[in-house]
């Protein structure tokens, strides 16, 4: 029985135009352009504004991107999983929704919520209904409008976040490329510190949740930064160590855009110098499930054939995890 693996043979992304500015924060909270630098290395976020948007929006935007870009039609499509914080709604899933939108029909979809690691997972699962030889066309969501759940009163949360999605086809292959090992993992009891206190069904929301300001995002930020830190370093050099990879060997590392302290944590402790990090964080923020998808956009013209590339991610739940992969194609092409 031929083996195959699952390969990303195309991406594409999107952001909305609106830019918020950290002068334009500066009016809004008590901040500064140099307090938000500082800690964070953010300097703008896009954010989605008009009546009735939403994450599909986003999502659609990437997906429709995506399959003109690869020259493949919304009938071939297997699956479409969307990872997302930020669902248009509790039901039905934001990824039946994007495939309404961009007209797929003879697929199945569905929503994972691994918060910020989401994409990554969302990646590992694609890549496993390909390599059980099932499906030959998955496309991968990640997509979030973080300014829904972002508390602009808040200084401490409301200069992360940022809008932002991008997609990703996986394809079988045969060749000595595409994703090749995976590591993830979750401690449950890291809820505490980042979390979304109502909304749920433990806390459904009511006049009391909505006042107390309850559905915005909840977040004890030196807890979360010493977790995400450690984790997302360990695992990064744990999936090297398992594949025999040194610092000469890796190409690129793709690390979720949080904070610009915790990429280059990681990228110290796997030894790589700083022009083989893609980081944008400055121009878009934390966009949650858009961070890697987004960098693979932008770097696609420079990723080359049988590059070596680690993506690597935190987030709340906890969650975190890495995937290495041989790039399957020349992006310049």
């Given at each position: 029985?031929?083996?195959?693996?699952?390969?990303?043979?195309?991406?594409?992304?999107?952001?909305?135009?609106?830019?918020?500015?950290?002068?334009?924060?500066?009016?809004?909270?008590?901040?500064?352009?140099?307090?938000?630098?500082?800690?964070?290395?953010?300097?703008?976020?896009?954010?989605?504004?008009?009546?009735?948007?939403?994450?599909?929006?986003?999502?659609?935007?990437?997906?429709?991107?995506?399959?003109?870009?690869t020259g493949t039609s919304p009938d071939e499509v297997d699956l479409l999983i969307c990872a997302t914080?930020?669902?248009?709604?509790?039901?039905?899933?934001?990824?039946?929704?994007?495939?309404?939108?961009?007209?797929?029909?003879?697929?199945?979809?569905?929503?994972?919520?691994?918060?910020?690691?989401?994409?990554?997972?969302a990646l590992e699962t694609g890549a496993k209904f390909i390599q059980s030889g099932a499906y030959k066309?998955?496309?991968?969501?990640?997509?979030?409008?973080?300014?829904?759940?972002?508390?602009?009163?808040?200084?401490?949360?409301?200069?992360?976040?940022?809008?932002?999605?991008?997609?990703?086809?996986?394809?079988?292959?045969?060749?000595?490329?595409?994703?090749?090992?995976?590591?993830?993992?979750?401690?449950?009891?890291?809820?505490?510190?980042?979390?979304?206190?109502?909304?749920?069904?433990?806390?459904?929301?009511?006049?009391?949740?909505?006042?107390?300001?309850?559905?915005?995002?909840?977040?004890?930020?030196?807890?979360?930064?010493?977790?995400?830190?450690?984790?997302?370093?360990?695992?990064?050099?744990?999936?090297?160590?398992?594949?025999?990879?040194?610092?000469?060997?890796?190409?690129?590392?793709?690390?979720?855009?949080?904070?610009?302290?915790?990429?280059?944590?990681?990228?110290?402790?796997?030894?790589?110098?700083?022009?083989?990090?893609?980081?944008?964080?400055?121009?878009?923020?934390?966009?949650?499930?858009?961070?890697?998808?987004?960098?693979?956009?932008?770097?696609?013209?420079?990723?080359?054939?049988?590059?070596?590339?680690?993506?690597?991610?935190?987030?709340?739940?906890?969650?975190?995890?890495?995937?290495?992969?041989?790039?399957?194609?020349?992006?310049?092409?």
């Amino acid at each position: 029985m031929t083996q195959f693996r699952a390969a990303i043979t195309g991406i594409h992304a999107w952001a909305p135009d609106y830019l918020l500015t950290n002068k334009e924060l500066e009016t809004m909270v008590d901040t500064t352009d140099e307090w938000i630098m500082t800690r964070t290395g953010i300097k703008e976020r896009h954010i989605l504004k008009g009546e009735g948007k939403g994450t599909s929006d986003i999502g659609t935007e990437a997906v429709k991107g995506l399959l003109k870009k690869t020259g493949t039609s919304p009938d071939e499509v297997d699956l479409l999983i969307c990872a997302t914080v930020t669902p248009d709604m509790q039901f039905p899933a934001t990824a039946n929704i994007i495939s309404d939108k961009v007209g797929i029909k003879n697929a199945f979809s569905y929503d994972l919520n691994a918060a910020c690691s989401g994409f990554i997972y969302a990646l590992e699962t694609g890549a496993k209904f390909i390599q059980s030889g099932a499906y030959k066309k998955v496309v991968v969501v990640g997509a979030d409008k973080m300014s829904s759940i972002v508390d602009y009163t808040d200084r401490t949360t409301c200069i992360i976040f940022g809008d932002a999605g991008g997609a990703v086809l996986l394809e079988p292959t045969t060749e000595d490329v595409g994703i090749m090992d995976t590591k993830m993992g979750t401690d449950g009891s890291g809820r505490v510190h980042l979390h979304q206190k109502a909304g749920g069904s433990v806390k459904p929301a009511s006049h009391e949740t909505v006042d107390a300001r309850e559905h915005y995002i909840y977040q004890e930020g030196q807890a979360v930064f010493k977790f995400a830190v450690t984790n997302m370093a360990d695992v990064s050099v744990d999936i090297m160590k398992r594949n025999n990879l040194t610092s000469d060997d890796i190409a690129w590392l793709v690390p979720h855009q949080a904070n610009m302290r915790i990429i280059e944590a990681t990228a110290r402790r796997m030894g790589l110098d700083k022009e083989k990090v893609m980081i944008n964080i400055e121009r878009y923020g934390n966009t949650t499930n858009g961070t890697i998808p987004m960098c693979l956009h932008e770097w696609e013209h420079r990723l080359k054939k049988g590059d070596n590339v680690v993506l690597a991610a935190f987030g709340g739940g906890f969650t975190w995890g890495a995937v290495y992969l041989k790039w399957a194609y020349d992006g310049s092409k």
